[in-house]
């Protein structure tokens, strides 16, 4: 693997020159500082995991030097692509930094997303944006897997004159990664050559079948960034009917074994409803 770059290559200081961002980059522009400015860096469990790649492949050589510059602002204009995280780092002058990791290709995509759409669960965890913990049983399982596994699965470049491997640089951009991954573990299959929405849109054809499952990904999305934002509280006009399908089986598909939930949805829905009502009514009692 090698920078994106022109015929120049390099020029006479040992810069790379004519790099061009790829057209499937996530472009966090401008400095990126580590949320996280004491003790370890990652909070989740696969930011902690990328982490721990690190250091169980002996890649740990500038591991110190290089949280500081995540958490003291070097790191600049921060770029995540398929097979690669680059960015210019500021040292004794500015460098630019790249970690390559390799891609999975098609016929491991379509093993790891057969794999992870034979199990419900998984399937019900990423449509929500959660990453499942044991996951990359999954993957390993499938034959492949998600994490680096070996320095065949990654390596590192910079342009500076430190051939530490990684040098302190591509440590900084590492951990900056580590949290991005906190952030959003789906950033991690974008590393290894797919984006969220071909991941979620395989598992639905995986779970259902092509043109049997409804695309239901744009509403729940918009649902999903509403969340934490609040509802404006309004008066109740009436009272809501139980729906005769649950939105969340219709999101998965068919389940496995012939599993049917729809009585246990059904049972919780005619639960809620009977004490939505009994509130219902015990507000307007109140009221009155």
């Given at each position: 693997?090698?920078?994106?770059?022109?015929?120049?290559g390099?020029?006479?200081?040992?810069?790379?020159v004519?790099?061009?961002?790829?057209?499937?980059?996530?472009?966090?522009n401008?400095?990126?500082?580590?949320?996280?400015?004491?003790?370890?860096?990652?909070?989740?469990?696969?930011?902690?995991?990328?982490?721990?790649?690190?250091?169980?492949?002996?890649?740990?050589?500038?591991?110190?030097?290089g949280?500081?510059?995540?958490?003291?602002?070097?790191?600049?204009?921060?770029?995540?692509?398929?097979?690669?995280a680059?960015?210019?780092?500021?040292?004794?002058r500015?460098?630019?930094?790249?970690?390559?990791?390799?891609?999975?290709?098609?016929a491991?995509?379509?093993?790891?997303?057969?794999?992870?759409?034979q199990?419900?669960?998984?399937?019900?965890?990423?449509?929500?944006?959660?990453?499942?913990?044991?996951?990359?049983?999954?993957?390993?399982?499938?034959?492949?897997?998600?994490?680096?596994?070996?320095?065949?699965?990654?390596?590192?470049?910079?342009?500076?004159?430190?051939?530490?491997?990684?040098?302190?640089?591509?440590?900084?951009?590492?951990?900056?990664?580590?949290?991005?991954?906190?952030?959003?573990?789906?950033?991690?299959?974008?590393?290894?050559?797919?984006k969220?929405?071909?991941?979620?849109?395989?598992?639905?054809?995986?779970?259902?079948?092509?043109?049997?499952?409804?695309?239901?990904?744009?509403?729940?999305?918009?649902?999903?960034?509403?969340?934490?934002?609040?509802f404006?509280?309004?008066?109740?006009t009436?009272?809501?009917?139980?729906?005769?399908?649950?939105?969340?089986?219709?999101?998965?598909?068919?389940?496995?074994?012939?599993?049917?939930?729809?009585?246990?949805?059904?049972?919780?829905?005619?639960?809620?409803?009977?004490?939505?009502?009994?509130?219902?009514?015990?507000?307007?009692?109140?009221?009155?």
């Amino acid at each position: 693997m090698g920078w994106w770059y022109d015929d120049e290559g390099y020029d006479d200081n040992h810069t790379l020159v004519d790099y061009r961002t790829p057209p499937d980059a996530l472009v966090i522009n401008g400095r990126v500082i580590a949320i996280s400015q004491r003790g370890a860096i990652g909070t989740e469990w696969w930011g902690k995991q990328w982490v721990t790649t690190m250091e169980r492949l002996g890649l740990g050589g500038r591991i110190e030097r290089g949280r500081r510059y995540a958490r003291n602002g070097s790191v600049r204009d921060l770029e995540i692509s398929y097979g690669m995280a680059y960015a210019q780092v500021s040292g004794s002058r500015l460098y630019r930094t790249a970690i390559h990791l390799r891609t999975l290709d098609d016929a491991e995509w379509e093993r790891a997303l057969a794999a992870l759409s034979q199990q419900a669960i998984y399937s019900a965890k990423l449509l929500a944006g959660e990453m499942p913990g044991d996951i990359e049983t999954i993957f390993q399982e499938a034959g492949v897997s998600l994490f680096p596994q070996s320095t065949k699965d990654i390596t590192f470049e910079c342009s500076c004159p430190d051939y530490g491997d990684p040098c302190k640089h591509a440590a900084a951009v590492y951990y900056l990664v580590a949290e991005q991954l906190d952030a959003d573990p789906f950033i991690l299959f974008h590393l290894r050559g797919r984006k969220r929405e071909q991941v979620l849109a395989a598992l639905r054809q995986h779970r259902g079948g092509e043109g049997h499952m409804p695309d239901h990904s744009t509403s729940l999305a918009h649902e999903i960034d509403r969340f934490w934002q609040g509802f404006e509280h309004r008066p109740m006009t009436a009272l809501p009917s139980i729906p005769s399908e649950a939105v969340a089986l219709r999101e998965l598909g068919p389940l496995p074994n012939g599993l049917d939930l729809k009585p246990l949805y059904q049972s919780i829905a005619a639960t809620a409803y009977q004490q939505l009502i009994g509130d219902n009514f015990a507000q307007n009692g109140e009221s009155e």
